[in-house]
């Protein structure tokens, strides 16, 4: 399976962007898709999943009420609206599978990785 996440850009602060993840090469199914996001000089960081099959979704604090993680009902392509957009947000974003067993994976757990794509939020 590889993903790959898209969508990435400049924004204001205030505003929305929404990145897409596309799964080719085979399903999710027993996973669940995870959106994480790396800044400069900073270390990877959980942004939220969503259980691929269940649909259940868990986000970080520093997102929760601003993101909305979903899929589409194809099951092809997951999507990370993100609103009310900070200067903090800035970030490399990643989307990565990883098995689903007794909950959602753990961040050292996912182990399929897209390639990046760079949001920048300018204030």
């Known amino acids: 399976v590889q993903l790959q996440a898209s969508g990435g850009g400049l924004v204001q602060a205030g505003g929305s962007l929404r990145l897409s993840c596309i799964v080719s090469?085979?399903?999710?199914?027993?996973?669940?898709m995870g959106w994480f996001r790396q800044a400069p000089g900073k270390e990877r960081e959980f942004v939220g999943a969503?259980?691929?099959?269940?649909?259940?979704?868990t986000y970080a604090a520093a997102v929760k009420g601003r993101f909305v993680i979903s899929r589409d009902e194809a099951w092809n392509m997951g999507f990370l609206q993100m609103n009310s957009l900070k200067v903090e947000d800035t970030a490399v974003y990643y989307c990565?599978?990883?098995?689903?067993?007794?909950?959602?994976?753990?961040?050292?757990?996912?182990?399929?990785w897209g390639q990046g794509t760079q949001v920048t939020v300018s204030s």
């Open positions: 090469g085979g399903t999710l199914n027993d996973y669940a």
């Open positions: 990565a599978g990883g098995p689903v067993r007794f909950g959602f994976p753990r961040a050292y757990e996912y182990d399929i």
């Open positions: 969503i259980d691929w099959r269940g649909g259940s979704k």
